[in-house]
T-cell receptor, first 116, second 108 residues
Framework: EAGVVQSPRYKIIEKKQPVAFWCNPI?????LYWYLQNLGQGPELLIR????????DSQLPKDRFSAERLKGVDSTLKIQPAELGDSAVYLC??????????????FGPGTRLTVL | GQNIDQPTEMTATEGAIVQINCTYQ??????LFWYQQHAGEAPTFLSY????GLEEKGRFSSFLSRSKGYSYLLLKELQMKDSASYLC?????????FGTGTKLQVIP
């Protein structure tokens, strides 16, 4: 079974440029997460989707970040414009959520973003 | 909200036993996850505790006390490949909040 796929693996851009990350979750997983992880820190949730609905985007900086999950499968996370402080690893994860509890999340390899 | 506390770094010797502690303060708590993350790689699932007590899975065991808001991950017969960060994460209201992770270094 294929795992969570993310691309690109690495991205270097100049500040004020736009950037987009793509994620393909494990087949059949209804819940998809985007996390931001800084060096030496744990993953911080940016947005959570249940199927195509964003059910938790409270931590997403909506002035510059946007995300979509069309058809409830693949997802794209966009930053426009990027700032120096956005340099981090962006992780995508998916899970098969059941009512009332949280289940194991499967993480993709992440996209390491460097903003110059 | 969720507040999770775990040590930043630990060092242990190959073949020994190490215990990584985690305390949490959370609302709507359902269960406690442990993930392992090698440098430059994605986190991978180790364990999930819902009920109080110790759950053993090979060389790794995880303990939970809901009344104390406390968990630990126990690693036995340490191997060099166990050098990684170990993330404690609390689940509640269908949301998982991660701690900052404990970086474990296993030395010969």
């Amino acid at each position: 079974e294929a795992g969570v796929v993310q691309s690109p693996r690495y991205k270097i851009i100049e500040k004020k440029q736009p950037v987009a990350f793509w994620c393909n979750p494990i087949s059949g997983h209804n819940t998809l997460y985007w996390y931001l992880q800084n060096l030496g820190q744990g993953p911080e949730l940016l947005i959570r989707y249940e199927n195509e609905e964003a059910v938790d985007d409270s931590q997403l900086p909506k002035d510059r970040f946007s995300a979509e999950r069309l058809k409830g499968v693949d997802s794209t996370l966009k930053i426009q414009p990027a700032e120096l402080g956005d340099s981090a690893v962006y992780l995508c994860a998916s899970s098969l959520e059941t009512s009332g509890r949280e289940n194991e999340q499967f993480f993709g390899p992440g996209t390491r973003l460097t903003v110059l | 909200g969720q507040n999770i506390d775990q040590p930043t770094e630990m060092t242990a010797t190959e073949g020994a036993i190490v215990q990584i502690n985690c305390t949490y303060q959370t609302s709507g708590f359902n269960g406690l996850f442990w993930y392992q993350q090698h440098a430059g790689e994605a986190p991978t699932f180790l364990s999930y505790n819902v009920l109080d007590g110790l759950e053993e899975k090979g060389r790794f065991s995880s303990f939970l006390s809901r009344s104390k808001g406390y968990s630990y991950l126990l690693l036995k017969e340490l191997q060099m490949k166990d050098s990684a960060s170990y993330l404690c994460a609390a689940g509640g209201y269908q949301k998982v909040t991660f701690g900052t992770g404990t970086k474990l270094q296993v030395i010969p």
